[in-house]
């Protein structure tokens, strides 16, 4: 099983950007279809994107499309989400995940194996 840690959250203004890491050990990260959720709170965790094991195809839900990215570096066991243009309402812990199954892109927390301690992001207004 592999091992998650994330890193780069923090407090900035809306409209600044933030580059979240998540960093992996253990098994062979690029075994690895990845994914980032976060949760405000008081809510539901919620989708973010999603990438597969090569980083050819990704994911992302309509609230952030446009204005984040998710990518990988497998030569580093490493997973960004570059986030930009942020907004209040982007402020929630985020989590990055990792799931064996590489068929489809997930969407769904349940269908993620691994999970990292998550980073912290607030967006003041």
């Known amino acids: 099983q592999v091992q998650l840690v994330e890193s780069g959250g923090g407090l900035v203004q809306a409209g600044d950007s933030l580059r979240l890491s998540c960093a992996g050990s253990?098994?062979?990260?690029?075994?690895?279809?990845m994914g980032w959720f976060r949760q405000a709170l008081g809510k539901d965790r919620e989708f973010v994107a999603a990438?597969?094991?090569?980083?050819?195809?990704?994911d992302y839900a309509d609230s952030v499309k446009g204005r984040f990215t998710i990518s990988r570096d497998n030569t580093k066991n490493m997973l960004y989400l570059q986030m930009n243009s942020l907004k209040p309402e982007d402020t929630a812990d985020y989590y990055c995940?990792?799931?064996?199954?590489?068929?489809?892109?997930?969407?769904?927390?349940?269908?993620?194996?691994?999970w990292g301690q998550g980073t912290q992001v607030t967006v003041s207004s």
């Open positions: 253990g098994r062979a990260f690029s075994l690895y279809a």
């Open positions: 995940a990792a799931r064996v199954i590489d068929i489809t892109l997930a969407r769904t927390a349940n269908e993620y194996d691994s």
């Open positions: 990438i597969s094991r090569s980083g050819r195809n990704t």
